[in-house]
Nanobody, 124 residues
């Protein structure tokens, strides 16, 4: 089992940047596919980005391509989400998630472990 703790959220103006971090417990972090999801008020939780076990492959939802970058440091048991050119519509609670089978795609039910979330608010 793995425990995930997100950090780095906050309030930022449109056009600004934030970097989210997700620290994982346990010694098997490098065997997990990792993803970032977000949930805005009144909306379903949606996939944002995913990264493979080694970090060599990534996958993004179209709305964040070119603005967000997912990466991981297996030596630090941490996955990151660098968010640039933020827009008010990026406002949401952001969650990281882990798939022990190594997948890193957009299916929520593929991820077994979830963090508690971190709030990102982008003002216009």
């Amino acid at each position: 089992q793995v425990q995930l703790v997100e950090s780095g959220g906050g309030l930022v103006q449109a056009g600004g940047s934030l970097r989210l971090s997700c620290a994982a417990s346990g010694r098997t972090f490098s065997s997990y596919g990792m993803g970032w999801f977000r949930q805005a008020p009144g909306k379903e939780r949606e996939f944002v980005a995913g990264v493979s076990r080694s970090g060599s492959m990534t996958y993004y939802v179209d709305s964040v391509k070119g603005r967000f970058t997912i990466s991981r440091d297996n030596a630090k048991n941490t996955v990151y989400l660098q968010m640039n050119s933020l827009k008010p519509e990026d406002t949401a609670v952001y969650y990281c998630a882990a798939d022990p089978r190594g997948a890193f795609g957009g299916r929520r039910d593929a991820y077994d472990y979830w963090g508690q979330g971190t709030q990102v608010t982008v003002s216009s």
